[in-house]
């Protein structure tokens, strides 16, 4: 790991060009089969949800081709960055972390002083692309896209939430101020991450502003419905690309169920669903719901629930496998699964659902947001409406009596990611929406 000393110079600020001009190069580059240097800028690195989204982001560009860096605030450990069976042709630059940059928890807190010295780490990595991710965590300006622009980087930022078109929060859940304009009659100012009620309807109009064509930053999603969020939120003035989230689709992949339970120690005859998060206390991930669900199945016959995440132990009703750190036994819960319930009230996306659809394990989850595009109600998915405990309970046990409705859609959820979520069509994703950009020449 590295860190940057004091600013050596000052970085004039570049007359902003039109998102054309400053694409055109990525788009010739990549129309003559020239690999990229990326940078991805944000607060955690490479840990939690949006940081494991970035990471398969970086490997999917590095396995076709393409440099990539990372600045970030939280220090990381150092990636072991692999796929499956292949071999990453690009070259991964390292990791330039800046934990002294915390606008929310010091010793550096100056907004100016932060953009600054990021703005002074990207470049040292001399990118031709800026990939912008989540920043609240650590509290560095959201301007920073638009900052990064004004200096002459061709920059776009990745939705892994809604922090970008809302005036403070990460979800707006029913409120639908972000469509009219986020005010200081924001209900939730004082939630993280939290910002004083006189400052929410300025960074709201900052956002707006900042990702307002011609000359704003593009803004890339993971799913249709966020899609749609951020036309909302934005005011319908963004350049918005649908680019999904990929894995490494040989890792997770379809395992005998009876070896997997050998392996991990479990028994062979309950009929087991699994359902985890980077931290099940996460209200978020649908705390109370879950525990309510949990309390209906508690009494089946043949039924047991098992759950991973930080916290997962705590969990009553639930076998608490614990936070799973090494993504190689990931494959093997989901194999030992009969089915996944997602409890989650709010995702982007779901990247734990794209996981056990990959294994061939069919998932029960609630309609929220994104996770429909990868949770296919009727083909991979039991897509739980009215979102009630008791009927989510029944939607479990009705794929608890019907194990060959589970292996078929098991196997659909397989396809769908084959077709759509694979680390190959990530990376295409990307390379086509930043070439389309910049209009082709001819």
């Known amino acids: 790991m ?50 494991m989204a970035q990471r398969r982001q970086a490997v999917a560009l590095l396995a076709g081709g393409h440099d990539v860096s990372v600045v970030c605030s939280l220090p990381n450990e150092e990636p072991a960055l692999s796929l499956r069976g292949r071999d990453l042709a690009g070259r991964f630059e390292g990791m330039v972390c800046l934990p002294e940059l915390n606008g929310r928890e010091g010793p550096v807190r100056n907004p100016e002083w932060i953009t600054d010295r990021v703005v002074e780490a990207v470049a040292g990595t001399t990118p031709d692309l800026v990939i912008v991710g989540n920043l609240h965590w650590t509290g560095w300006p959201s301007s920073l896209p638009g900052a990064l622009t004004d200096r002459g980087f061709a920059t776009v930022c990745y939705l892994h939430d809604c922090y970008f078109i809302t005036g403070r929060c990460v979800h707006p859940g029913p409120c639908p101020k972000f469509e009219s304009g986020c005010d200081e009659a924001c209900p939730t100012s004082d939630e993280y991450p ?29 799913s249709r ?44 005859r309950p009929t087991i669903v699994l359902f985890g998060a980077t931290d099940m206390a996460n209200q978020a991930k649908g705390g109370p719901f879950m525990r309510s669900v949990c309390e209906i199945l508690k009494d089946d016959p043949g039924l047991v629930m098992c759950a991973f995440g930080h916290n997962s132990n705590f969990l009553k009703h639930a076998h608490g496998l614990g936070h799973v750190t090494d993504e190689r036994v990931m494959p093997l819960l989901y194999a030992a699964s009969d089915i996944y319930a997602s409890f989650s009230r709010e995702e982007t996306f779901g990247q734990t659902a794209m996981e056990a659809a ?32 008791e009927r989510f309970a029944q939607a479990i046990r009705e794929l608890v009596a019907d194990p060959q409705r589970r292996e078929e859609m098991g196997a659909s959820g397989r396809r769908i990611v084959e077709a759509k979520h694979t680390m190959d069509a990530s990376r295409l994703a990307m390379e086509s929406w930043v070439s389309s950009l910049a209009p082709s020449k001819a």
Not at 10 to 31: N, W, Y
Not at 195 to 221: C, K, N, W, Y
């Open 225 to 268: 419905w966020t899609e749609d969020m951020a036309r909302r939120g934005l005011g319908g003035q963004a350049e918005i690309g649908l680019v999904p989230l990929g894995l490494d689709e040989s890792l997770f992949s379809p395992i005998d169920r009876a070896v997997a339970r050998r392996l991990l120690g479990l028994g062979q």
């Open 194 to 222: 939290p910002l004083d009620p006189s400052e929410i309807a300025g960074a709201h109009a900052m956002r707006r502003a900042q990702f307002a064509m011609p000359t704003g930053v593009p803004v890339g999603v993971n």
């Open 358 to 389: 990959a294994c061939g394990r069919p998932v029960v989850c609630r309609k929220s947001g994104g996770i429909v595009d990868i949770a296919v109600d009727g083909e991979s998915a039991s897509v739980v409406v009215p979102d009630e405990p």
């Open 2 to 51: 590295t860190s940057v000393g004091p600013i050596a110079r000052e970085i004039d600020s570049l007359a902003v060009e039109p998102v054309s001009a400053r694409f055109a190069p990525l788009r010739d580059k990549l129309a003559s089969g020239e690999k990229l240097r990326v940078t991805f800028v944000n607060d955690c690195g490479f840990i939690a949800g949006a940081g």
